[in-house]
């Protein structure tokens, strides 16, 4: 069993910057896929980023390239999403999410789920 933590949400203006930690539990995380998801509200929740267990390997939506990277420190069981230049359309719920095996960008492909941080982007 894997439990996740994410935390660093919070209130930002337009164009500002976050970091969004998540912190796992359990001895297997260096070998987990992770990913980051959102949610807006109204809305389904989407695929934003993710990396596999070696950090050889991201996948980014189009809409986050060159703004949001996705890093992680398996010695600390922590993965991280900077979140830069960030817009009003940025604001959603962010979960971290995990998984064995190769990138993935569906929601039923993950297996664990944290329960998610608040971002929100004022304009």
């Known amino acids: 069993q894997v439990q996740l933590v994410e935390s660093g949400g919070g209130l930002v203006q337009a164009g500002g910057s976050l970091r969004l930690s998540c912190a796992a539990s359990?001895?297997?995380?260096?070998?987990?896929?992770m990913g980051w998801f959102r949610q807006a509200p109204g809305k389904e929740r989407e695929f934003v980023s993710a990396i596999t267990w070696s950090g050889g390997s991201i996948y980014s939506e189009d809409s986050v390239k060159g703004r949001f990277t996705i890093s992680r420190v398996n010695a600390k069981n922590t993965v991280y999403l900077q979140m830069n230049s960030l817009k009003p359309e940025d604001t959603a719920v962010y979960y971290c999410?995990?998984?064995?095996?190769?990138?993935?960008?569906?929601?039923?492909?993950?297996?664990?789920w944290g329960q998610g941080t608040q971002v929100t982007v004022s304009s």
């Open positions: 999410a995990a998984k064995q095996g190769w990138l993935a960008r569906t929601t039923n492909e993950y297996d664990y």
């Open positions: 359990g001895r297997t995380f260096s070998t987990l896929t």
